[in-house]
DNA sequence: CGGTATGTTGATCTCAGTCAATCTGGGTGG
DNA sequence: CCACCCAGATTGACTGAGATCAACATACCG
């Protein structure tokens, strides 16, 4: 355990922000919670905790992707987040981690006691309140999940995903338009409860209308911003084609 | 808005308790609250707040079934969360309402201004700690319902419904175990990110495995609540019949 | 250079969405 | 009391989206 021992973070430009919920801490508190907390680094597939470990600390991300995920009787994964800098993960259901967290790609994050974060909570009314705003944050994000996952076909969900990624400015330029994709494909497919064929399946799909080009397998142009937004709010699926009834052609002129 | 005056609630009883994250006030906690907020009484339909609606007021469920809804584009709508007695919902999003809530059966809420509750949390840690938990409580349970969508078919999910309401002292009798079910069909199929026929074929399937037993409409008897736990942790698909190549069969005496 | 992990595409089959018809129970008016 | 209506529940037939199996391509290793 000696990386948990308090180093010089060497991270001193702002808080990273994005969109609500993250960036809520002023400079000083993030100094406060920098002074109280250890920096760690993670390669791809470093394991922060597993579920049903005792919960005794917090984290924050710094950088990378952190995967937060559950396992099914039957082997399956599934991704419930993908933590990226500036979010809060790690809170104690019941003393234990609820899911595992594991870097989805080389990650930093700064882990802080809860016993410690609480107190601060105690003294700091600020404190308190950006905690909360931090879970509200991931509580949110949970719920657009289960929209996602509850009323949306495969190339919707990445449609979805995509446009997720493209407001994190660590994965996303907009000059270029290129949008970092810091998962495998079967990351993917675990995050929106498909199969890694269905989402290669959906990737195709969304390149042939002309909404995005794939790069390489770790990187995409998004080629149409709205068209991808357009498509999100689409119905799920087609109308059957009504093949045997009478055709309910116009009889036209006849 | 006449029966928004403070009134006598009327319901002296113990705090409703159910699993972790009701149940969590203290006597004189749920006292101090039901002191600053109202009791409101809802029929079936009867709207709470509605998506976007300025959200001034945090609510917490006496009695009933309160359901947390969002509808998208084409006019579907995933019912995100369903509220039971010793729930709390209604925590602003950016000061509005992130989703619309309305009584899924006669229900009983209690209304309590936000602004009041996040001074109570000041003043108190122990409220702050609370209502903490609550909120984790709802997002633990969103991440479940995560799980749900995207790892489990129609029937399992059905199963893991049914399942979270036998929890529920209020619509589940141990003795008989008859389970009251306070919300439509087409309700379901909404919660469960499916149909209301295919909601109705599940129940179906369950019933010929011999694992309920459904006595009308908005009432089963649970028959076998370890298969039902069993039926959870179990593929979500059967392998295809391999229709085509070698049957694979034990070429037994010939 | 073989070996392994990952990405991609094709073929096939199942689950669940869609349309449609029927059944049920609860009201309402005559 | 009954005929009627209407909303909700149920069942059947059909079909498309996506899971599964399989094969192959590509990249990244030691």
Redesign the pocket.
């Known amino acids: 355990m000696n990386q948990w021992s308090n180093v010089d973070v060497g991270y001193v430009g702002p808080w990273p922000s994005r969109e609500s919920g993250a960036g809520l801490f002023s400079a000083s508190e993030a100094d406060m919670i920098r002074r109280v907390s250890s920096l760690q680094h993670w390669r791809?597939?470093n394991i922060v905790y597993a579920e049903g470990d005792r919960a005794e600390c917090v984290f924050f991300v710094m950088a990378g992707v952190i995967r937060i995920s559950r396992c099914v009787g039957n082997g399956?994964r599934q991704i419930l987040a993908l933590r990226v800098p500036g979010d809060m993960f790690g809170l104690p259901d019941d003393g234990n981690y609820a899911n595992s967290a594991d870097a989805a790609c080389p990650a930093r994050t700064l882990r802080l006691p809860w016993q410690r974060l609480q107190q601060m909570m105690r003294d700091e009314p600020q404190i308190q309140s950006k905690v909360l705003a931090k879970v509200m944050h991931n509580f949110r994000q949970a719920q657009a999940r289960i929209m996602s996952l509850g009323q949306?076909?495969?190339?919707?969900?990445l449609a979805s995903f995509l446009l997720d990624f493209v407001r994190v400015p660590d994965y996303f330029d907009a000059e270029t338009s290129l949008l970092q994709?810091p998962?495998?494909?079967?990351?993917?497919?675990d995050y929106?409860?498909?199969?890694?064929?269905?989402?290669?399946?959906?990737?195709?799909?969304l390149?042939i209308q002309g909404l995005i080009r794939?790069v390489?397998?770790?990187s995409v142009e998004i080629l149409d911003l709205c068209g991808l937004e357009l498509l999100q709010t689409g119905?799920?699926?087609?109308?059957?084609?009504?093949?045997?009834?009478q055709p309910?052609q116009e009889s036209c002129v006849h």
């Open positions: 791809r597939g399956q949306q076909n495969a190339c919707q969900r994709l998962v495998s494909r079967s990351d993917l497919g929106l409860g498909t199969v890694r064929q269905s989402t290669v399946r959906a990737f195709a799909q390149e794939r390489d397998s770790h119905p799920r699926r087609c109308a059957p084609q009504q093949g045997h009834g309910l």
